[in-house]
């Protein structure tokens, strides 16, 4: 044991100093190491350094008399041209905005750029978004922000945050009206357009959410040619966004500040506007809205119907959605979200019959927090973002996301046939003798259908659509209806059974029944044969559309 003990101590005894360490040493040899310069060699660092002063002067006087002698007539710069960051299909500016919109008429993308911007300070820049140049410089003012630009592109309107009034900009003739001022607010500070829209077919007259200097929320006002109309709406419960439904008359505000996350419905009129209606629940923290052919689109995925404010499907983001851009004339919806793994924002895109997605694309370099997503041209989209970045994205840069392929039955040593398809339920119909299974909405191309099984063979012929997210089934006893609940629109959703086991055989029959009655009752005889041949198997049910869609199986709507 104790030659053990003695081993130990070896290592500790190697590694004892012999003798104690004089920390001196190294500050001495410090000491002489260091040699100051001779005085004739200070002078010679005296003279370049006075070189370098002057140097600089005379650099920095020129740079300021070049920027003197770019002032505009209205006291600001012209705009540098920046050098964009450029990868395949996606073209990055670096430039810090407060709002951006497109001018479809003269094709280009207005940005505000505010006071503590590095370049472009104080201005309104026009951006050409095939070069992705900034081009001139529209208009100049004390921290522009908020925008809004009328439907036939003739004015440009523009808030002023520091003088706390909107200036109005003749794009035609190029020439700038007086500003208006907004008021003061509740607590006596003065207001700014937190955002500006132009009402639809009166380009003279604007809607703006009033702000004061302590974002307090002062309810939305209707100006005419800088005259505010006498009615507001109030400051609670909050309308921090606004959107025109198509017309001048109509009115949407939402809340994003409070939980209540209502959407409100006004009239617009002579004397301003008044609630209609309102339906909490619908927005979102964060969240923007926009309308495009009758129907509100917010950028959580919900689809609104303005008449009747209710839910009519939700698109499933894989993530918290930032903005969007709806494109109903090519059946799209496009939206900056969360991705579902990474938490990385991607833009999606979304087809608006199925509600189901279609494509993605990273956006390389993207940061800070996405706002405004605007279509821009016929195959772009425009993107800011609060950390100094304008995106420009054409559409083909969108990688399709190819459709979930219908799966194959495998048979077991046990003899039991299995199926790889998500479901969310199952319901059996003695009279076609097939499996009914509701398909989520996280299939691509294959999703918010009913799937027909044959039970036998295990064989799924090809999914119908019926709805956003169908979860339960339900048949009648005597197998005329199915009835599907539709999570993505808060309903239920009835069909009629053998649309969905033999719709081509009734077409079939329809068919040969217009076409007998053609031939020996003529046109009109053939027309009523129709009508006769569809209500012969609709029954008392009532086709009720969703956006673009159409159901095979007519259908009726409970709820929500």
């Known amino acids: 044991m104790q030659d053990a003990i003695d081993k130990l101590k070896i290592p500790f005894q190697l590694c004892a100093p012999q003798a104690p360490y004089d920390w001196s040493r190294p500050l001495l ?13 200070l002078r010679y660092i005296l003279v370049f350094l006075v ?14 008399t070049r920027a003197a002698r770019n002032l505009t007539h209205g006291g600001s710069l012209k705009p540098e041209l920046l050098e964009p960051q450029v990868t395949p299909g996606i073209t990055q500016i670096t430039l810090t905005t407060k709002d951006i919109t497109y001018d479809t008429l003269r094709n280009r993308i207005y940005a505000s750029v505010p006071g503590n911007a590095g370049a472009n300070a104080n201005t309104v820049v026009s951006i050409n978004p095939l070069t992705t140049q900034i081009e001139s410089s529209l208009t100049s003012g004390s921290n522009p922000g908020g925008m809004g630009l009328s439907g036939d592109g003739h004015y440009l309107y523009v808030c002023l945050e520091d003088a706390a009034t909107i200036g109005r900009l003749d794009l035609q003739s190029q020439t700038q009206a007086p500003e208006f001022p907004l008021g003061m607010g509740a607590f006596g500070r003065p207001n700014h357009a937190q955002e500006i829209e132009v009402l639809p077919g009166q380009p003279e007259s604007v809607g703006v959410v009033l702000e004061d200097s302590g974002f307090n929320h002062q309810g939305i006002a209707i100006f005419d040619n800088g005259t505010q109309r006498p009615n507001k709406s109030g400051q609670v419960p909050q309308n921090d966004v606004m959107e025109f439904g198509g017309n001048a008359v109509t009115l949407f505000g939402m809340n994003t500040i409070t939980t209540e996350f209502g959407i409100r419905k006004f009239a617009v009129d002579a004397n301003g506007i008044s609630v209609v209606s309102s339906q909490p629940n ?74 189901l997605p279609v494509g993605n694309v990273s956006i390389p370099g993207l940061s800070g927090w996405p706002h405004e997503l605007i279509r821009i041209g016929s195959s772009g ?54 499996v009914y299974a509701s398909v989520p909405s996280d299939l691509a191309g294959i999703g918010n259908s009913l799937a027909p099984i044959n039970p036998v063979t295990g064989v799924v012929s090809q999914p ?75 029954s008392s049910s009532t086709a009720v559309p969703l956006g673009s869609e159409a159901f095979v199986s007519p259908s009726v709507t409970y709820g929500p």
Do not use: H
């Open 464 to 538: 119908v659509f019926i709805g956003v997210d169908p979860t339960e089934l339900a048949i009648s006893s005597n197998n005329q209806y199915i009835y599907a609940a539709l999570d993505g629109m808060a309903g239920v959703r009835r069909f009629v059974a053998d649309f969905f086991g033999a719709s081509s055989l009734f077409a079939a029959f329809a068919a040969f029944v217009a076409l007998f009655a053609f031939f020996f009752g003529g046109p009109k005889a053939a027309r009523a044969a129709k009508r006769s041949s569809a209500s012969w198997n609709v």
């Open 29 to 41: 040899n410090m000491t002489r190491a260091i040699s100051f310069p001779s005085r004739s060699r």
């Open 282 to 355: 619908l927005g979102g923290n964060e969240a923007d809205i926009k309308f495009d052919n009758g129907r509100l689109y917010v950028s959580n995925g919900k689809v609104i119907d303005p008449q009747t404010m209710s839910l009519l499907g939700t698109f499933r983001l894989p993530g918290f959605g930032y903005a969007l851009a709806p494109d109903s004339a090519n059946n799209r919806i496009y939206f900056i979200t969360q991705g579902a793994n990474d938490f990385a924002p991607k833009l999606w895109a979304y087809d608006l019959t199925t509600f």
């Open 381 to 434: 989209l425009a993107l800011r973002t609060d950390a100094n970045q304008l995106f420009i994205i054409q559409l083909s840069a969108i990688q399709p996301l190819p459709p979930a392929p219908l799966p194959s039955p495998t048979t077991g040593a046990d003899s039991v046939i299995k199926l790889q398809l998500s479901t969310n339920d199952l319901i059996f119909d003695s009279g076609t003798q097939k």
């Open 51 to 64: 070189a370098v002063a002057v140097v600089s002067g005379v650099f920095l006087t020129e740079k300021a």
